[in-house]
DNA sequence: AAGATACGTCAATATGGCTGTCCCATCTCC
DNA sequence: GGAGATGGGACAGCCATATTGACGTATCTT
């Protein structure tokens, strides 16, 4: 694939990565690249009233239909009370629906409804747009190194849970 | 230096940049690794009443000293109103001082004070742990790719403040 | 002298987290 | 069958962090 030419500010990584000039431009770059990102949905929340909180739980309801609400709650890592009021205000607008587990009829399985789906493919396509730019400026390879870095940001015990998370789709 | 191996769960990238499970890899791992890289720092501000808001002032006055204000409000894209109220509380414990620009009497000069200094350089050491760490284990290259393809995440307008930040230390 | 700029501050409001407590339905295991 | 564990919901109250809009003062620029 045709790699276009990379940002020219960016100087290859030196070997020495405890320097602190590395890690602060890490601390940087993430920064300014998760909060841009984030921004970049946020008129699409707004139409609906919605916050980046919504979102959250959108995605990963739909990332991976029949979640249950504890599961939510391990992905997030909020409490049942912060979860409880943002699914409120999802079924409340018919965005997620739920069913109980057939397993265990304790359980709630979590879905996006249609008009849930569509919400979350729009909100999904300024993700893409942003990303897929950011990818193609970069390159495969640096792809790759971005994924790797940002793996070894999550601490062990929560590894298995992401990496559950790209299996299927 | 030596570099441990690789996390394994870690394909390489396809070309398909497009393709809906690459994108959405890199926002799962986006949010993982910024919620738990910030939250690495949590028990060191809690120690002292502050927050996150707290921290990012810290840091970037830290970053370069005798910022101005209207120089953190763009770094930090938020409002007047909540950063004064953060600059205030960090005033109060003595963290951080101004002085009157010297060119420009109306400007205010933000420095860490020594008990300042010595503060965000706890902090730091979380971030430089756990970045030093993901670093070390995902190697030079792909720390370089990294670093790439954030960078594409930050829009252009916002380049030139990143790079401005980086250029000194 | 007029206007723009840097900064501060008031009041009101929204969002998204938190703790603690209590409740109900259901499952598991003895 | 009964005890206890688990999944989920809900109450009340609190805190941190952000917002808007308006207004004030000092200082710089022209």
Redesign the interface.
Known sequence: ?AVPS??P??P???????R??????????????????TRSIDEGLAEHGLGRAHH?AL?FIA?QPDLTISDLLRIL?ITKQSLGRVLNDLSARNLVETRSGSADRRQKLLRLTEQGKAFEAQL?EA??T??????????????????????????TE??AM??A??KD?
């Open positions: 694939m990379p940002i500010a960016t290859a990584a030196s070997p020495l990565f405890l602190e000039h590395e890690v602060r431009r890490g601390v940087e770059l993430l920064f300014f690249g998760y909060t841009r990102l959250r995605y990332r890592a999904f993700l893409r942003s990303l897929a730019t950011a990818y193609a400026a970069a390159g495969q390879e640096s792809v790759t190194g971005f994924w790797r870095v940002l793996e070894g940001l999550i601490p929560d590894r992401v990496a998370l790209q789709i």
